[in-house]
């Protein structure tokens, strides 16, 4: 199992930015992104089921990032809008071949079996 994030870069305030993954290697059953900030912990910021339409986001990045698949081309997407410098992370995807439907476990890193090295994301002011 191979995921290949790429997309990271610099931006501005207000800014947008597309994050890739190359997801191969067997079926999954839900991928997602999650993030970490320069000293803080890793979090959650935003899920959907490997078939689509059951998308979920953190607070923080809801209705400013969505997130989608390219299903010919097996790859995974965070479009990321109206850029903040608290954005400024790290980013992960990841990917699990279970579903879930509670948005506990959705929010969990544990709940991901399988991760891609990160891409770097800054926002500046």
């Known amino acids: 199992v191979q995921l290949q994030a790429s997309g990271g870069g610099l931006v501005q305030t207000g800014g947008s930015l597309r994050l890739s993954c190359a997801a191969s290697?067997?079926?999954?059953?839900?991928y997602g992104w999650f993030r970490q900030a320069p000293g803080k912990e890793r979090e959650f910021a935003a899920t959907?089921?490997?078939?689509?339409?059951?998308?979920y986001y953190s607070d923080s990045v809801k209705g400013r990032f969505t997130i989608f698949r390219d299903n010919t081309k097996n790859t995974l997407h965070l479009q990321m809008n109206s850029l903040k410098p608290e954005d400024t992370a790290v980013y992960f995807c990841v990917a699990t071949a279970r579903d879930y439907t509670l948005s506990c476990y959705l929010r969990l890193s544990s709940s991901y079996d399988y991760w891609g090295q990160g891409t770097l994301v800054t926002v500046s002011s």
């Open positions: 959907n089921t490997w078939r689509g339409g059951n998308a």
């Open positions: 290697g067997r079926a999954f059953g839900r």
